[in-house]
């Protein structure tokens, strides 16, 4: 399934950004969706996940109480509201696609192109 991933920019901190990642192919309402990041000279990390059905979802503990993740089946789009912003914050963002456990991180097999989230004053 091909992703495509949009929505970062520059803001500063305490602001907010939404992130989309969406697909023009029907199968992508039969994946989970996980939201990663990337920042220089760091490894990539998991950031959230939802299930297929948007029943279940999944955040890294740095995230949590700042960042929604949900999902829209009519528009075939996961979004990422990102609240509360913070420097660390900054990185490229990646959304990829996985059939099996939502907090199975090393199996999502399928990767959008990155979008840039930069959180400066």
């Known amino acids: 399934v091909q992703l495509q991933a949009s929505g970062g920019g520059l803001v500063q901190p305490g602001d907010s950004l939404r992130l989309s990642c969406a697909s023009s192919?029907?199968?992508?309402?039969?994946?989970?969706i996980g939201w990663f990041r990337q920042a220089p000279g760091k490894e990539r990390e998991f950031v959230a996940a939802i299930s297929m059905r948007g029943s279940v979802t999944d955040y890294r503990d740095s995230v949590k109480g700042r960042f929604i993740i949900s999902r829209d089946h009519a528009k075939n789009t996961v979004y990422l509201q990102m609240n509360s912003l913070k420097p660390e914050d900054t990185a490229v963002y990646y959304c990829?696609?996985?059939?099996?456990?939502?907090?199975?991180?090393?199996?999502?097999?399928?990767w959008g192109q990155g979008t840039q989230v930069t959180v400066s004053s």
């Open positions: 990829a696609a996985s059939n099996y456990d939502i907090t199975a991180y090393d199996e999502y097999d399928y």
């Open positions: 192919e029907r199968a992508f309402s039969r994946y989970h």
